[in-house]
């Protein structure tokens, strides 16, 4: 099993800036792709941004030149820079990983970004 802990959300101004970090851990941790996606209030979960272990990237038309998904070499980490925020950004935040192989998914509990002066 593989768990995935989120850390990094808050309250930020508008423009401002925050990084959030997941961590995963649990026996053989090998994940083809791990995800930030967010869920406003009243609103659907959508995918924010997805790194594959390729190194690609991929990006929703609202974040991108404004975040920048990265993890490390093994794998088992992701960041989420978050530049140039707007209240529109407000949601929790959710890392998402998937299984190399067989494809189970895996995701965090969420961590709470507020924009708001």
């Known amino acids: 099993q593989v768990q995935l802990v989120e850390s990094g959300g808050g309250l930020v101004q508008p423009g401002g800036s925050l990084r959030l970090s997941c961590a995963a851990s649990?026996?053989?941790?090998?994940?083809?792709?791990m995800d930030w996606f967010r869920q406003a209030p009243g609103k659907e979960r959508e995918l924010v941004a997805r790194?594959?272990?390729?190194?690609?990237?991929h990006y929703a038309d609202s974040v991108k030149d404004r975040f920048t998904i990265s993890r490390n070499k093994a794998m088992n980490a992701v960041y989420l820079q978050m530049n140039s925020l707007k209240p529109d950004d407000t949601a929790v935040y959710y890392c998402?990983?998937?299984?190399?192989?067989?494809?189970?998914?895996?995701w965090g509990q969420g961590t709470q970004v507020t924009v708001s002066s």
């Open positions: 998402h990983g998937v299984a190399a192989g067989w494809g189970h998914e895996y």
């Open positions: 649990g026996r053989a941790v090998n994940l083809y792709s």
């Open positions: 790194i594959i272990v390729n190194g690609n990237t």
